[in-house]
């Protein structure tokens, strides 16, 4: 009886101690509950968002969702944890997933170049420098990035062997020397997936991770809709005072970012990864595989953000984070895991051109949850020259080149002045951020840090830094400046009108320059220029027209500016012919010689813009 009596004893104190630590954690979960409803609230407030999705799991509260918000405003149709989302670029992890199926299964180096396994169709051009592997999961391949993104038609989405001949962007560094974030090297590497496993890219993964990790609201297909019926959720953007949605997107680099999935099965998908043991057996993959996949791979700088075998990593005031992000044209999404904590979190917003930003979300999360270490914003470095010498327009190494859309690079600028203080770094109109000096070369504003390199000559070319992964910051030359650019172009609408309106001028003021044949045939030369500017500026005037598909009329646009070169051509050519430089006055033939002096210049800034091109 009193063993009876000292076994119940200790079987009630494990149940109370079993209720006590239930509590303690429905009571951690009820108190994250309220913080993220008043973020995301005021954040959907703020930003005219329709509606978010969210998981969590860490080993304290387990699984957590939250939904806010509607998926189909028109019908009244609430968010769930099982409302499918699309995620973009977040889709590229399970790429790199089966990427590492078939290298541990001895299918796939991740050393040895891709063209290695493509013998057939698609291979990448001999005059390519060797591209592996790793180099598509750092994203350091050195493509130049390719702007056409998305479709309003699944009719247009081409397969990976035609997407990837159709679009192959110019090399524009050395393999394994520059991050520059390419959706074109995931899709060569999905291609790389379906050359050595006989399959279709959306099959093996449907058969060998979605599946097997329970994921039934998760799918690469095109419609989603034919996979997840009724509770996909419609994206939005906010116009003319209400939520709209005006069309359907469809990822035309697929396997880079077109994945639908829902919070409950993200959360399977996070936890997978966080070796909970409960998702994923090894037939998925091994545990020392999947160790493997979070060790560092590449990174510019020792203490800068870089890639895992491809997820990115940085650190936030100590804690590591592990992930990815992913924005379409109306789905902004986050997901990352933080193995120090094994906690992983996962969210998603179903409006688009808001101005919202999910990492910054994050880390009020993450401040909430772990209280991390302060960053240090205090730079005490005294320096014993000047901060000149950083100041200047960079570029991001993750950019267009080849094509149209390079001219877009002109305003997608990072600006760093110089201050007594410190560096002002401002990029797309915002305030800016003051950095403060915290070492040679080496500069600090709260957890973010930037790191200077220097040429062979000792000038500053370009910047390292330690919040994002996508590129580097490269310090642009004078003919990338946008103060030259716009100078350029105001001198030549200047020409281009006085060109137009001048002749008519001294025609009905009856004086002799009437008879002066060139400027008739600067005429159409100044029209055709400022034609084409207002077709392109009212073409390319928001993000929709550069990322879908290029629109009507595209290749007239593109002719229009070799109409200007030739009547130009000719204009100088009767300007020297008629010998007008001898029977007027110096001042008039200078000013007529700088004009098609800045018309030259202009012309060749047309070229290296690739405004003016034989391919379109």
């Not at 399959?199 to 991770?209: K, M, P, S």
């Amino acid at each position: 009886m009193a063993r009876f009596y000292l076994w119940l004893r200790s079987k009630t104190v494990l149940v109370v101690l079993l209720v006590l630590l239930s509590g303690s954690a429905l009571q951690a979960r009820e108190c994250i509950a309220p913080f993220l409803d008043g973020l995301f609230l005021s954040q959907m407030k703020e930003h005219k968002i329709a509606g978010i999705t969210f998981s969590m799991f860490s080993e304290e509260e387990g699984d957590l969702f939250r939904a806010w918000g509607y998926s189909h405003t028109e019908a009244g149709r609430k968010v769930n944890e099982e409302t499918g989302f699309m995620i973009g670029s977040v889709s590229k992890l399970f790429v790199w997933l089966a990427v590492m199926q078939l290298h541990e299964q001895g299918k796939l180096d991740l050393n040895t170049p891709v063209n290695d396994y493509l013998q057939g169709g698609f291979r990448l051009p001999d005059s390519y420098a060797p591209v592996s592997m790793t180099h598509l999961m750092t994203h350091t391949p050195g493509f130049a990035d390719v702007l056409h993104l998305f479709s309003k038609s699944h009719d247009r989405i081409p397969d990976a062997e035609t997407y990837l001949q159709s679009q192959l962007p110019v090399q524009i560094y050395q393999p394994g020397t520059t991050p520059a974030y390419s959706n074109y090297g995931v899709v060569l590497a999905a291609y790389v997936v379906e050359q050595i496993t006989g399959q279709l890219f959306n099959d093996y993964v449907d058969e060998h991770i979605f599946a097997p990790l329970g994921m039934q609201q998760t799918t690469f297909r095109q419609p989603a809709d034919f996979v997840i019926t009724d509770s996909k959720s419609r994206g939005y953007v906010f116009e003319s005072g209400r939520l709209v949605s005006p069309f359907d997107e469809f990822v035309v680099p697929y396997a880079a970012g077109s994945v639908v999935s829902s919070a409950k099965d993200m959360n399977r998908f996070m936890q997978f990864l966080l070796q909970t043991g409960k998702y994923g057996p090894d037939s998925i993959l091994k545990q020392e595989t999947l160790t493997r996949m979070f060790t560092l791979l590449y990174q510019p700088y020792p203490q800068s953000a870089g890639w895992a075998h491809g997820m990115m990593h940085y650190n936030y005031k100590g804690l590591d984070i592990y992930g990815h992000g992913g924005q379409t044209f109306f789905f902004q999404t986050l997901f990352v895991v933080i193995p120090q904590h094994n906690t992983g979190i996962f969210f998603s917003a179903n409006t688009g051109e808001n101005g919202y930003f999910s990492v910054d979300m994050l880390h009020h999360i993450l401040d909430y949850l772990f209280e991390p270490e302060q960053g240090n914003g205090n730079g005490n470095f005294r320096r014993n020259n000047g901060l000149n010498h950083y100041s200047g327009s960079y570029r991001s190494s993750r950019r267009t080149h080849g094509d149209h859309t390079q001219i877009i690079n002109l305003f997608m600028r990072v600006k760093v002045t110089a201050t007594p203080e410190g560096l002002l770094v401002q990029s797309g109109g915002s305030p800016g951020e003051l950095f403060k000096p915290a070492g040679e070369d080496y500069f600090v504003h709260d957890y973010k840090k930037l790191w200077f390199e220097r040429n062979d000559k000792g000038q500053v070319n370009r910047v390292i830094t330690s919040s994002s992964a996508l590129g580097v910051l490269e310090k642009a030359g004078w003919r990338e400046s946008i103060g030259f650019n716009v100078i350029l172009l105001l001198l030549v609408i200047l020409i281009s009108v006085k060109s137009v309106v001048c002749p008519f001028v001294h025609f009905f003021k009856k004086t002799k320059r009437k008879t002066q044949l060139f400027r008739w045939i600067m005429i159409p030369a100044g029209l055709s220029i400022i034609a084409f500017f207002i077709m392109f500026f009212t073409t390319f005037n928001n993000a929709e027209s550069v990322i879908f598909e290029k629109p009507q009329g595209f290749i007239m646009m593109m002719l229009i500016p070799w109409i200007s070169v030739l009547f130009v051509l000719l204009a100088v050519f009767f300007w020297f012919q008629s010998g007008t430089m001898g029977r007027q006055r110096l001042p008039r033939t200078l000013w007529q010689f700088l004009a098609f002096v800045v018309l030259v210049v202009f012309y060749v800034q047309m070229f290296y813009w690739n405004l003016l091109s034989y391919s379109f």
